[in-house]
């Protein structure tokens, strides 16, 4: 688990806000649900036979003895909030959340064991049009976000009846060859045969890659909905390759199933991932509501979005103000509330612990300000600041009237 250090921070401000801003112009709203839930809630959204139920979950009991999860994944929490509060019963729902999500796995790069996570849900929609308005939504952030390396992977997992027939195909397939299945894949052959073509053993590629692939085996619903998802998509000019062997590492997906890859990050190329859920509100104890949602990592998001020539954000403030003895930091103070109100917007850092003037310049060049605000005495006597350019040599220090300092700075930074 690792720190994220202020240097990153405002980065990382940047793409989040950028995130929140398309999809709340899409017309989705912000829920907030808690990062501790019922171990029981995980098990049954998500899978006991899954790697992530099975190996990579925190679970501890509380003082009650109740069994409790640091979140693995929002998708699972969003639906329990959605039944607890209402929020399906004849209602349709388009919700975003982000935070941190915990999983006990290897670290590697863009991977911690504390990760965050942009998610976004639309339930109670049943047509294509849903799965492909959050596509669509998805490929708006790489444009905006000037990511152009990703690539969408695209497959139909068909209804659960649908699957239990691809299921038969598979464990057959496999069954012939028991020699060449690894540890994992022998445990899953009985119980869930899927999470074999999720293997990232390379030396289970060529016996996966001659599986029987899950699209010759969907019901006609389910191949008409994934008919109509594609024609939508080649209309938005979309771009995306079948995967047969994506089915995603949680078992209440059914039907749509993506995930946007790319190259640029190593090993871990998967930056967004979703599908549809239209069992999971009834599996846990709702009505019958279809749903589908995606998640991005946002380690991974941001890391690519520097490696594709993003602007790292400094954070550093536009306006530094040097305010030099005892009798000058009252006024000073007053004056620079006063500068905030009408500067609208500007970061303005006052320096505080007092210090010589050398002192204080030295601290507010170290800032990464643009500008730096000087009061003294005779500053103060006067009613005027210096102001001092810090990042043009060839700038000279000039002065301005209390009443002017505003409207110069904000002339200075538009």
């Given amino acids: 688990m690792g720190d994220l250090l202020p240097e990153d921070t405002a980065t990382w401000r940047s793409v989040e806000t950028i995130l929140r801003d398309i999809l709340i112009a899409y017309g989705y709203h912000e829920i907030r649900v808690p990062i501790v839930e019922r171990t029981e809630l995980f098990k049954r959204s998500i899978g006991e036979v ?16 109740v069994s409790l999860t640091l979140r693995p994944e929002a998708t699972a929490g969003i639906v329990r909030a959605g039944i607890t509060h209402g929020l399906l019963h004849n209602r349709r729902q388009k919700l975003w959340s982000t935070g941190p999500m915990f999983r006990y796995e290897k670290p590697q790069k863009g991977r911690y064991r504390q990760f965050h996570q942009f998610d976004v849900e639309a339930l109670g929609f049943a ?36 699957r239990v027939r691809y299921r038969e195909a598979l464990q057959g397939y496999f069954e012939q060859f028991p020699d060449a299945l690894d540890a994992d894949s022998r445990d899953r052959l009985q119980r869930n045969p899927m999470r074999i073509l999720d293997s990232k053993n390379p030396a289970m590629e060529e016996l996966i890659a001659g599986a029987p692939v899950i699209t010759d085996y969907l019901d006609t619903e389910s191949a008409e909905h994934f008919a109509t998802l594609r ?25 749509t199933v993506f995930e946007w890859v790319t190259g640029r990050l190593g090993a871990q190329g998967a930056i967004c991932s979703g599908g549809r859920y239209d069992g999971l509100v ?21 890391e690519l979005y520097k490696v594709c020539g993003g602007e790292q954000v400094s954070g550093a403030p536009d306006v530094y103000v040097v305010a030099v ?3 000058v930091v009252e006024p000073a103070f007053k004056l620079v509330e006063q500068l905030r109100d009408a500067t609208h917007g500007l970061i303005i850092d006052m320096n505080c612990g007092g210090g010589s003037f050398k002192s204080q310049m030295k601290r507010a060049d170290r800032s990464g300000a643009q500008i730096a605000v000087i009061l003294g005495e005779a500053e103060v006597a006067d009613q005027t600041v210096g102001i001092k350019p810090l990042r043009n040599a060839d700038a000279g220090q000039f002065s301005v009237g209390w009443d002017e300092l505003g409207a110069t700075l904000v002339k200075f930074f538009a």
């Fill in 127 to 162: 047509g294509p049009d849903i799965d492909a308005e959050l596509i669509i939504v998805s490929s708006r952030i790489w444009r905006e976000l000037g990511i152009d390396t990703v690539e969408l992977e695209l497959n139909s997992l068909g209804t659960p009846e649908s």
């Fill in 231 to 255: 024609r939508l998509l080649d209309q938005a000019g979309i771009g995306y390759r079948i995967n047969p062997r994506l089915v995603r590492g949680l078992d209440y997906y059914t039907r």
């Fill in 282 to 302: 009834e599996q846990l104890g709702g009505r019958s509501v279809p749903a589908i949602g995606w998640a991005i990592g946002l380690e991974r998001l941001v």
């Fill in 325 to 327: 003895g005892d009798a």
């Fill in 50 to 65: 899954t790697d992530i139920v099975a190996k990579e979950m925190y679970t501890f009991n509380d003082r009650n003895d």
